[in-house]
């Protein structure tokens, strides 16, 4: 058993039907559980019961240590949770080109090989009904002063486009990030377009996610600056409109430090793409709703 103990759970009995039938066999089921012989058997299977007396497990405090009491902003974000996983996606991904991203990962891959394998991954694990684009960015990528790109418009992947569909597009699209790469990494102007497109043209039945892969510092004399992204960002992030923000650093000179002071200010999330951090990791972290300051739980 770990040293600082274990979450203990309450089972709560709880029935969604009324009928006479119904209630007779939660009745009868109930009145077995709080019997002597089904008391001894939750116990035996080491379950507290009655009073909350511990099982008699060697090592097991007879009593918690700690009792949590789940504030209403902890219980509306456990529940948002919940319904976020069963909404689909309205994903925007931000894909850095800046010259850099044509340097080697330690497998032998370059960068952006590694970024767009993993984005192309993530395509093919989200469901039919997800919104998809694709934005590139380096320095004045898009035209003087602008630093990203538009590739592929936010749509429904299985949208036909053509002789094709949407998400076929996509994909194609992630392939030809290859031969676009160069320039400097226009970072705080791109991270701050993108979440505010999100968030403007932001749709309540899905969930609405940013996705930014880069693998530096900003080097875009001409950028709002780093004070001034946070402003903004924290500024658009209202409860009405909650986008996750989501932050992934490629290489050593990705500055993880900075990227998660601009995602938490969305309440977002950064991740180290070199240590571990999976496609799976970062779509399950997209559907977990942004999470507004002060949500925890009471002692």
Same mark, same amino acid.
Request: charged content about 20%; cysteine-free.
């Given at each position: 058993?770990?040293?600082?103990?274990?979450?203990?759970?309450?089972?709560?009995?709880?029935?969604?039907?009324?009928?006479?039938?119904?209630? +007779?066999?939660?009745?009868?089921?109930?009145?077995?559980?709080?019997?002597?012989?089904?008391?001894?058997?939750?116990?035996?299977?080491?379950?507290?019961?009655?009073?909350?007396?511990?099982?008699?497990?060697?090592?097991?405090?007879?009593?918690?240590?700690?009792?949590?009491?789940?504030?209403?902003?902890?219980?509306?974000?456990?529940?948002?949770?919940?319904?976020?996983?069963?909404?689909?996606?309205?994903?925007?991904?931000?894909?850095?080109?800046?010259?850099?991203?044509?340097?080697?990962?330690?497998?032998?891959?370059?960068?952006?090989?590694?970024?767009?394998?993993?984005?192309?991954?993530?395509?093919?694990?989200?469901? @039919?009904?997800?919104?998809?684009?694709?934005?590139?960015?380096?320095? +004045? $990528?898009?035209?003087?002063?602008?630093?990203?790109?538009?590739?592929?418009?936010?749509?429904?992947?299985?949208?036909?486009?053509?002789?094709?569909?949407?998400?076929?597009?996509?994909?194609?699209? =992630?392939?030809?990030?290859?031969?676009?790469?160069?320039?400097?990494?226009?970072?705080?102007?791109?991270?701050?377009?993108?979440?505010?497109?999100?968030?403007?043209?932001?749709? @309540?039945?899905?969930?609405?996610?940013?996705?930014?892969?880069?693998?530096?510092?900003?080097?875009?004399?001409?950028?709002?600056?780093?004070?001034?992204?946070?402003?903004?960002?924290?500024?658009?992030?209202?409860?009405?409109?909650?986008?996750?923000?989501?932050?992934?650093?490629?290489?050593?000179?990705?500055?993880?430090?900075?990227?998660?002071?601009?995602?938490?200010?969305?309440?977002?999330?950064? =991740? +180290?793409?070199?240590?571990?951090?999976?496609? $799976?990791?970062?779509?399950?972290?997209?559907? *977990?709703? *942004?999470?507004?300051?002060?949500?925890?739980?009471?002692?």
């Amino acid at each position: 058993m770990p040293s600082e103990g274990v979450g203990a759970l309450q089972f709560t009995p709880f029935t969604t039907s009324s009928t006479k039938e119904v209630s +007779n066999e939660v009745t009868q089921l109930l009145a077995a559980l709080r019997g002597d012989s089904g008391q001894a058997a939750l116990t035996e299977a080491g379950m507290r019961v009655g009073d909350g007396a511990g099982p008699g497990v060697p090592g097991m405090p007879a009593q918690p240590k700690v009792v949590v009491r789940p504030t209403p902003g902890l219980v509306d974000l456990t529940m948002s949770t919940w319904a976020s996983m069963s909404r689909d996606l309205r994903l925007l991904t931000v894909i850095d080109a800046s010259g850099s991203m044509k340097y080697k990962t330690a497998n032998g891959m370059t960068r952006i090989d590694a970024a767009t394998k993993s984005a192309g991954e993530a395509m093919g694990q989200v469901p @039919p009904g997800t919104r998809v684009g694709l934005w590139l960015f380096a320095e +004045n $990528r898009g035209g003087p002063g602008q630093d990203w790109k538009q590739l592929a418009p936010v749509a429904p992947v299985s949208a036909k486009e053509g002789s094709t569909t949407h998400g076929e597009n996509v994909l194609r699209a =992630f392939g030809s990030i290859r031969s676009q790469v160069g320039g400097g990494t226009g970072l705080y102007d791109t991270i701050w377009a993108a979440y505010d497109q999100a968030v403007r043209t932001y749709d @309540p039945k899905l969930a609405n996610v940013v996705i930014v892969l880069t693998d530096g510092k900003n080097e875009d004399p001409k950028t709002i600056g780093l004070p001034a992204l946070l402003t903004k960002v924290k500024a658009a992030t209202t409860p009405q409109r909650p986008v996750k923000l989501i932050l992934i650093g490629i290489g050593a000179e990705a500055d993880l430090g900075v990227l998660r002071q601009i995602a938490g200010a969305a309440g977002g999330s950064a =991740f +180290n793409g070199d240590k571990g951090a999976t496609v $799976r990791d970062v779509l399950v972290d997209a559907l *977990v709703p *942004v999470r507004p300051e002060g949500v925890r739980p009471a002692s």
